[in-house]
Each structure stands twice: as structure tokens, then as C-alpha cells.
T-cell receptor, first 110, second 114 residues
Framework: GENVEQHPSTLSVQEGDSAVIKCTYS??????FPWYKQELGKGPQLIID???NVGEKKDQRIAVTLNKTAKHFSLHITETQPEDSAVYFC?????????WGAGTKLIIKP | DAGVIQSPRHEVTEMGQEVTLRCKPI?????LFWYRQTMMRGLELLIY????????DSGMPEDRFSAKMPNASFSTLKIQPSEPRDSAVYFC????????????FGDGTRLSIL
């Protein structure tokens, strides 16, 4: 079955710098790749997603890239701000089933 | 717009007791998911409903767990009898189209079994 690996598990960056989180997946049939942000005491919230027919998608300071050949996708956050501190999860999907990465704790240092 | 609503937000009970978690999906969504989140195992899918019908319950840990969806606007997850290892945060999520639209999560129920 599908397996998703996410790195790093913890990422600490200076406020204003960029942050990059990477995920790899194993099943080439996966066709939908969402990224979620989870703050303390809250449920995961979708921040951006990409489908397998697209290589890159951007929404203000957030972008996601997908390399289908290498089976990896990445989340890029530019000009990081204190409110970006949270745990970020990637996922890969075939049909309804989301296979989740283990999460990255992003720490923004003032 | 109202998001996915879960209740209660916190539940503390003694082992052996019955626990019922509740979820109201987003209006118009026809797919509903129950997840469990722990530090050790991350996010695990427990059960998936489509149009109120359970489609995949392979993630339900054992017979002590059961889930129902009597109508499009309400679902329950029940644990009977509860055990300390059931302590976790339980999330409900819904989507308008299981294969093409993102899942929207509630804020979860933090369950502690003493």
C-alpha cells in the first residue's frame, strides 16, 4: 500500500526566512496531495493542495511543488511569520483514502 | 460558514464506561471520516461513510468501537467498554466529493480514559 515519508520532523527558522518541508510517496497511482497545518488544540486545516496533473501551485507566501517521476512533493513557505509556527502534515491520496506523513513541527524564531 | 462541529471537546471517564463522540459535518457534504490521533501512531483513519453508509471500517481497532451515521447531518463514534489505551484525540472530517475535494476537519474530542 501507499507510504508517505515526511522530513524533517522539526524545523526551526528565523522569522522572515523561508521554510521547506519535503514528502515522498510510494504509490505512483496517488493523484492528490494536500498539506495541512495543525495548531495546538485544533484540527488539521488545509492550507494548499495539488493534483497530479499540475507541477506547482502557489497561494501568496505558500507554494507546493510536485515531481511525479521522483514521487516527491514539497511545501515552501516564504517570509515566515510567528503565526506560521505549527505542525504541518503532508498526505497522498488515491480516491478517498488519505495517507499521512508523520508531521513537521515548524518553529519560527523571532 | 459553520465548519465541522464535534462534541464534547474534552471527555474524561473511567475505564469500562461507555463513551459517545458526536459529529456534525458541513452541510451538503456527503462523505464523513473519523480519525484518531496519538503521538505514537499519528493520524489513523477509523471509518469512512459515504451518503450515510459505512464504506470502509477496516481502521476500527476492535469490536469495542462502533460508528453510526443515521442521517446526513450527524454521526457518532462509540467506545464500549472504554480502556486507557483508547485515550487520544478523535477527529471528524467531511468532504463534498470523496475523491476530488479536500477533507475539512473539526477541532476534535480529547478523550482521556483513567
Amino acid at each position: 500500500g501507499e507510504n508517505v515519508e515526511q522530513h524533517p520532523s522539526t524545523l526551526s527558522v528565523q522569522e522572515g526566512d523561508s521554510a521547506v518541508i519535503k514528502c515522498t510517496y510510494s504509490d505512483s497511482a496517488s493523484n492528490y496531495f494536500p498539506w495541512y497545518k495543525q495548531e495546538l488544540g485544533k484540527g488539521p486545516q488545509l492550507i494548499i493542495d495539488i493534483r497530479s496533473n499540475v507541477g506547482e501551485k502557489k497561494d501568496q507566501r505558500i507554494a507546493v511543488t510536485l515531481n511525479k517521476t521522483a514521487k516527491h512533493f514539497s511545501l515552501h513557505i516564504t517570509e515566515t511569520q510567528p503565526e506560521d509556527s505549527a505542525v504541518y502534515f503532508c498526505a497522498a491520496s488515491i480516491n478517498y483514502q488519505l495517507i499521512w506523513g508523520a508531521g513537521t513541527k515548524l518553529i519560527i524564531k523571532p | 460558514d459553520a465548519g465541522v462541529i464535534q462534541s464534547p471537546r474534552h471527555e474524561v471517564t473511567e475505564m469500562g464506561q461507555e463513551v459517545t463522540l458526536r459529529c456534525k459535518p458541513i452541510s451538503g457534504h456527503n462523505s464523513l471520516f473519523w480519525y484518531r490521533q496519538t503521538m505514537m501512531r499519528g493520524l489513523e483513519l477509523l471509518i469512512y461513510f459515504n451518503n450515510n453508509v459505512p464504506i470502509d471500517d477496516s481502521g476500527m481497532p476492535e469490536d469495542r468501537f462502533s460508528a453510526k451515521m443515521p442521517n446526513a447531518s450527524f454521526s457518532t463514534l462509540k467506545i464500549q467498554p472504554s480502556e486507557p489505551r483508547d485515550s487520544a484525540v478523535y477527529f471528524c472530517a467531511s468532504t463534498a466529493d470523496r475523491a476530488r475535494q479536500p477533507q475539512h476537519f473539526g477541532d476534535g474530542t480529547r478523550l482521556s480514559i483513567l
